[in-house]
């Protein structure tokens, strides 16, 4: 019972981190309907940039809110900076071209991310620095409930709230609805399709750098392939959430997370990734809209 | 002798030719990269057929190629049907029953998976390629991680040349044939138009399905060749990278050309080499950043690829003739 609780626990921190991620794909999807490839190498090159900030900064040496604070801004500015270039330069000339030449780019994005990541910061893996204190802040009898978890959950929570408030209430969110809604409706009603798609970049990588320092926190070794599986994880929540839908993400990130950490907890640790593809390909064979989605008929 | 024998023929001998001379004309190291382009062509031209010709797009070829790949060569190392002086026959048939394998789970994979499209239709595959390379990295019987080595190869260039390119004009004269027909052009009709193509009578998930048994036979007959070439296979060999490296070649290529696809098998498999002097200038291996960023300039500059949907002659036609 015991046991049961604590991979209850781990799971849902590992699926609020999973969240963050699939967040960004889904958005990304719902806007442009392409899979963002790139995402999850944006995610690497987040961790990255906590790790060195860190390091020039000294900020390794005196773990605390500030650092986790500063650390989190400085890696949501490079990477929006980093996925506003990524829409420009490979999405946009790609704007009106077949959906696969838009897939077949996101690949090679996504592959140049790694394999320059594998150049620049060598292929060995890093150890995350310490963002925050590591403590046990209840024990139920064995059952413990670490600092880290908390703050993952309380991150992960604030930053799903502030999404949502964009969402809903302010103009640019009610622009990204339109669009995602009916892209060429909203570009005649004079919504500016461009500027909503770079604020969606934005707001993605944002969330994949906060998503990226977390799992530093959790797991701290950090390499260049280290966005690929996690990527791929994060994807197959979006799909099982229905892809697309804000909420969906979430559940299905959460769904993720959990039953992952119940294959590792009661089955094998080897089968934890073959897990994510299965659980993919049920889906999309027996209801391939997801959790959430909407179904849509392909009108000729 | 009726024309669809005879081009063949005259290929296969002006190849052995060309083979008889490169047996004694370079070394070792060339030798190997020249099987490398053809079991590359192989790979190539059979994920045209969906890719291309059938505009599906599957991610997972690596995972069929590594079916093709563990059969042939579990069986020529388990089992010898034949002696040393026929250990070809043994080789063929263990290639034919590698494709066979391969095709079988290309049917699996097609049945459910062909009824998504396009992205989710790329996402499937390449989980269904990692699933086959997991598999393979927990199954003792094949060696898991360590892999199968010590596979009986051919005694000597000349016949690993032939044998592949026997196996290369197979694979390129089905696939042109097959698109020429009335049943090839079921498979085009299905890229152009999915809707189109089944108001008009065809079955769309059949013939998908048709394509996807044809090309998982082929990718598993490169992988056969590539595991009795390299006498040494791992599941680190067909990782996703394998499968995105066919997907560069046919895309460079062309979808649809599959003279197209030959050439970018030329280009990808030779364009490491040739940068092995870049990398030892540089010492970091630039070769992975120069492929992706080739990948992301093709679909921006280029989408059609090299050659488009136009075979060779076609081209020829179209510049070198008309300048004349």
Redesign the interface.
């Known amino acids: 019972m015991q046991d049961f609780v604590q991979h209850i626990i781990n799971g849902i921190s590992l699926g609020s981190i999973y969240a963050l991620i699939a967040l960004g794909y889904t958005m990304v999807y719902g806007i442009m309907k392409?899979?963002n490839f790139a995402h999850a190498d944006v995610y690497m090159v987040g961790a990255f940039t906590a790790y060195y900030v860190a390091k020039w900064t000294g900020l390794e040496s005196s773990p605390g809110v500030s650092t986790l604070l500063l650390l989190l801004v400085s890696a949501m500015i490079i990477c929006s900076v980093l996925g506003l270039l990524i829409e420009r330069l490979?999405y946009r000339?790609?704007r009106k071209?077949?959906?696969?030449?838009?897939?077949?780019?996101a690949?090679?994005?996504?592959?140049?991310l790694?394999?320059?990541g594998?150049?620049i910061f060598g292929a060995d893996p890093k150890v995350f620095p310490e963002v925050m204190n590591q403590f046990v802040i209840a024990n139920f009898g064995g059952l413990e409930l670490k600092s880290s978890d908390v703050t993952v959950l309380g991150v992960s929570l604030i930053a799903m709230v502030i999404l949502n408030f964009i969402i809903q209430k302010t103009k640019i969110g009610r622009a990204m609805r339109a669009v995602s809604s009916n892209a060429s409706v909203a570009s005649m009603l004079g919504v500016n399709t461009d500027r909503v798609i770079s604020f969606t970049f934005i707001v993605g990588s944002s969330l994949a750098a906060i998503g990226s320092i977390l799992v530093g926190m959790k797991y701290p070794k950090i390499d260049p392939l280290m966005g690929?599986m996690i990527g791929?994880k994060a994807?197959v929540a979006a799909?099982l959430g229905g892809i697309g839908s804000i909420p969906g993400a979430v559940a299905g990130a959460l769904i993720m997370g959990l039953s992952e950490e119940m294959v590792v907890g009661y089955l094998s640790s080897?089968?934890r990734?073959?897990l994510?593809?299965?659980i993919?390909?049920v889906i999309?064979?027996f209801k391939?809209t997801g959790l959430f989605g909407k179904y849509s008929v392909?009108k000729? | 002798m009726h024309k669809s024998v005879k081009t063949p023929l005259i290929a296969f001998a002006a190849l052995l030719l060309f083979g008889g001379l490169l047996n004694f004309g370079v070394n070792a190291y060339i030798q190997l990269i020249v099987l490398f382009v053809i079991i590359n062509s192989i790979l190539a031209m059979s994920l045209n057929l969906v890719n291309g010709y059938t505009g599906q797009f599957s991610l997972g070829h690596a995972g069929f190629m590594a079916i093709g790949a563990y059969t042939s060569a579990y069986a020529s190392t388990q089992f010898s049907f034949f002696s040393e002086s026929f250990g070809f026959i043994g080789i063929f048939v263990t290639t034919i029953t590698g494709g066979l394998l391969a095709s079988a789970a290309g049917f699996l994979v097609g049945l459910p998976s062909l009824r998504l499209k396009g992205d989710y239709l790329a996402i499937v595959t390449l989980g269904f390629g990692e699933i086959i390379r997991v598999t393979l990295l927990n199954m003792e019987a094949v060696g898991g991680p360590r892999g199968i080595s010590g596979i009986p190869s051919f005694p000597n260039f000349f016949f690993s040349f032939s044998y592949s390119c026997f196996w290369a004009l197979i694979c390129f004269f089905f696939i042109w044939r097959l698109i020429r027909s009335s049943h090839g052009r079921g498979f085009l009709s299905v890229r152009e138009d999915e809707i189109a193509a089944e108001a008009m009578g065809i079955n769309t998930t059949k013939t998908k399905v048709q394509a996807f048994v044809l090309s998982s036979f082929f990718a598993g007959v490169a992988g056969a060749l590539f595991a009795h070439v390299t006498n040494f296979i791992s599941p680190s060999s067909f990782t996703f990278l394998m499968s995105v490296n066919a997907v560069i070649m046919v895309v460079l290529g062309g979808m649809g050309s599959l003279s197209g696809s030959i050439a970018a098998a030329f280009f990808i498999t030779l364009m490491p080499e040739a940068l092995r002097s870049l990398q030892e200038i540089t010492g970091v291996d630039l070769r992975m950043v120069i492929y992706s960023l080739l990948l992301i300039l093709i679909m921006i500059l280029r989408p059609q690829g090299l050659f488009g949907d136009k075979e060779l002659p076609d081209i020829w036609r179209k510049y070198v003739r008309k300048s004349a």
Not at chain 1, 97 to 105: C, D, H, Q, R
Not at chain 1, 107 to 112: M, Y
């Open positions: 392409m899979i490979a000339p790609l071209s077949p959906k696969l030449n838009v897939l077949i780019t690949i090679g994005v996504s592959l140049f790694e394999f320059s594998q150049v690929m791929l994807f799909v080897t089968y990734d073959a994510a593809f299965g993919l390909i999309l064979i391939p392909e000729v």
